[in-house]
Nanobody
Framework: QVQLVESGGGLVQPGGSLRLSCAAS????????MGWYRQAPGKERELVAR???????NYVESVKSRFTISRDNAKNTVYLQMNSLKPEDTAVYYC??????????????WGQGTLVTVSS
């Protein structure tokens, strides 16, 4: 069984920074592509940033130059560094993607979410 656990959310003032972490645990061979998604109240979940195994990345236009997704394959962890936060970044942030488990099965996994609130 593979689990994703997000951490690092919280309350931050506009212009501030937060770093989210998504740690995969369980019988893992390798994390493949992984993304950070967010869902604000009353809105659909949207992809914020995505990183592939080879570390190529893509971002939604609204966070380009402010957010950076990265990964540490040795720790099976993916990060989202969020700078210059705005009130409209307020949402529950989820990590989700694909992993190879120890049996080399290709699985889709999701974390439980972490709340980011940007407010003065």
């Amino acid at each position: 069984q593979v689990q994703l656990v997000e951490s690092g959310g919280g309350l931050v003032q506009p212009g501030g920074s937060l770093r989210l972490s998504c740690a995969a645990s369980g019988s893992i061979f390798r994390i493949d592509a992984m993304g950070w998604y967010r869902q604000a109240p009353g809105k659909e979940r949207e992809l914020v940033a995505r990183i592939r195994f080879g570390s190529s990345t893509n971002y939604v236009e609204s966070v380009k130059s402010r957010f950076t997704i990265s990964r540490d394959n040795a720790k099976n962890t993916v990060y989202l560094q969020m700078n210059s936060l705005k009130p409209e970044d307020t949402a529950v942030y989820y990590c989700g993607g694909n992993v190879f488990n120890s049996d080399l099965r290709y699985l889709e996994v999701w974390g439980q979410g972490t709340l980011v609130t940007v407010s003065s």
